[in-house]
């Protein structure tokens, strides 16, 4: 289903005070003679609050002090009267067609602004001048610009002196079609025919209390290009209050990433609070998501997507510590469309940009089919994390995961996880306006209560099933002939290890051990690599490498920036690193090989020696399926423009097959110059760290499901040891036999530098040795 986005949105809502006109004296008396009770409504109270001023201002010069028993009954009189008035706010967007959206648009203060902010803001006094709102219309303020889906989308308030119950009316009013005019040039002003309201309980505050809070408050203006990050940053705060208005290219959407935030945390409260909202303005009902305080909160990796190009995070404190820290990052990401029809034997489902939150206002529809007829459907709900139901509500009323007709919007028992259905299945997931979270990942497979052979099994035909990684191994468990003819044409399964003339091992690990298990010799071939020099005798918790241990290791830097990442030679005109280290930053092309040297041989970061060789590089090919929002399948290769010549210090690490296992709990090594603690400088001598390859499944657990099969992870889980920035691109290095290294990782990730349960995460190797044997040659 294709996302709705409406041209324009308009909340009723409460602003802060320097959007606000309050009355003048001379509209202030006839006003209150119309505020009168208003049950429940915060009208009621601030109506109050204003008779009681102005009477009291009267009584005093007219009264003796002693005369309050007349005062109540004056006070009483008054109040039993008309109808309420109070401030009333509609914010809301409105797009200008045959306008564009520029940089000088992103300053209040510049004079392109100002014009158009005026153009607008008299386009909205003359509409509701000569409309039936005129004698309750105060002013108009447009507070931010940005990229429309096709021309320039501006946010606003209008403010209204009306009664309690106009916002119905306000609701239903249209504002037509209008011309508007600038300084400029005349531009047209269009706008539906009908106006999409969405009203929310009108909150009125202290004015003095948001004086104070946006007087001394911070804004910043940020844009986010495709394949860039934008990093926003708050130590030590000064001010009690900041605002970042984030946009990005109209058909992309935000997506924020909160990797640490201490001063806040989950829940709901009206300090210390950081929010995101789902606009460019503090809307109520555009909330994707709010942490508050007072408290200390160091989360996971957190991530938040809009639905839109914008994203609005304000951080209020009532008080300033120097213990209030806020680190993320915001990048734009490609919109896409969820839902659609998948006719498969088994596979996963999940809610969009899952494990990012999922955005708000969203709805999608997925139907799952059977490949034959007679089998059914098996889903099993992993994660369910949505928005739950109103309270006292019996249904889900807010966002839920809906499978053949039956909704979820809680988390399900394990025993409820896994249920049957038919042929097909229709899969609905629906979300509201308001606070999103992880979403939902469900697994489905095809099966038949008839067919005793599974869809992963090979049914013999003779009453037995075989499981199809077992095919061409010399497992005869089908009987004579079978499945073992014609072998040497069939493709080996992922566990085994293929010859070149097409034979399967079942041998584990047989590459360069030393033994000829290939008829054709083939395990034994391109050996020559993985071997240093050095007999057997900072990376954060580890020690400085001896010079010549570990001489696949190259420094990959740009001229005027020095050391940026790490990578591994593979052979003597290729090397591998992460596909993240090449990502265009605002000022800075990384993508572009040209700027790019690497260096060989090196052990302290500047040495200047006849021992390092130094390449340009001629290519970079990153990985297609590369997702630098989740990090999957992050690897990328460097062809440099000549030959690099071997020699002690300069030798290839031995790339692992697909068959290749590296045991859980397998030592291995990571090396390279980056900060030998989170936060710090780079270090300038090569160091190494021990670590340990951790269970998969552990691992996942963890990092709440953001590990892939492209991904290891490798360390030391009460931390203190790990890679940090700077490594990146470098090697996890492994030992086979023979004391032969391996690469068997990546740099690629992690939530901090050696902290506790929060190992390194390293691109899987093995899984992608297919693909660096087919685009290096």
Known sequence: MIWAFPSRRVSVYSIPAPYRSEPTAEQESPHLRYCQP???GVCQRYCFLKRLYFWKRWLLGALPITSLIVTVIVLV?????????????????????NLTYTNDLTDPKSQKFLLQAEAIQNYFAELYESST????????????????????????????????????????????????????????????????????????????????????????DLYAKPGNNRTLTLMNPKKSFYQWRLRVPSNYVVRLVVTTLHGATPGSCASHQLSAYDFLLPLQNKIITRWCGPGAWTPPVVRLTSSSNVMLLTF???????????????QAIPKIMCGGHFISWNGTLSSPYY????????????????????????????????????????????????IDGVRYCKAVSESNRNKEYGYSVAVNFHSDELVTHRGFYIEYKAFSHTDYCNPEQLNCGNGKCKHQYKTCKGDDSCGEDSDENDCSYKSCSPYAYKCLNGKCLLKPNPECDGIRDCADGSDEMNCACGRHWFKKNRIVGGEE??????????SLQMEAHGHVCGASLISNRWLVSAAHCFLDSDSVRFSVPSGWRAYMGLRAINENSNHVAMRSIKRIVIHPQYDQYVSDYDIALLEMETPVFFSELVQPICLPSTSRVFVYGTVCYVTGWGAIKENSHLAKTLQEARVKIINQSVCNKLYNDLITARMLCAGNLNGGIDACQGDSGGPLACTGKGNRWYLAGIVSWGEGCARRNRPGVYTKVMALYDWIHQNAN
């Open 38 to 40: 208003y049950q429940g």
């Open 77 to 97: 009189l008054r109040y039993s009267f008309p109808p309420a008035f109070c401030f009333m706010y509609i914010g809301g967007s409105v797009e200008i067609p």
């Open 133 to 220: 709102l005129g004698e309750y219309y105060l002013k108009s303020v447009v507070a931010a610009f940005s990229e429309g889906e096709s021309g320039l989308r501006a946010y606003y308030w209008n403010t209204f002196w009306a009664p309690q119950d106009m916002v119905d009316s306000l609701k239903l009013t249209s504002l037509g079609q209008k011309e508007i005019g600038s300084k400029q040039a005349p531009h047209a002003f269009s706008s539906s025919e009908e106006e999409d309201f969405d009203v929310i309980t009108v909150e009125l505050f202290d004015s003095t209390e948001y004086d104070v809070m946006l007087k001394s408050g911070v804004s910043f």
């Open 316 to 330: 209020s404190l009532d008080q300033r510590e120097e213990r209030n820290i806020l680190k993320a990052h915001f």
């Open 355 to 402: 494990p990012s939150y999922y955005p708000p206002n969203i709805d999608c529809s997925w139907i799952i089919r059977a490949p034959l007829p007679g089998y059914k459907l098996s889903l099993k709900i992993l994660v369910i994390e949505v928005q739950e139901k109103s309270p006292g509500s019996s249904k889900c009323d807010k966002d839920w995961l809906e």
């Open 545 to 554: 490498a001896r010079s010549g241990k570990w001489p696949w290791q190259a």
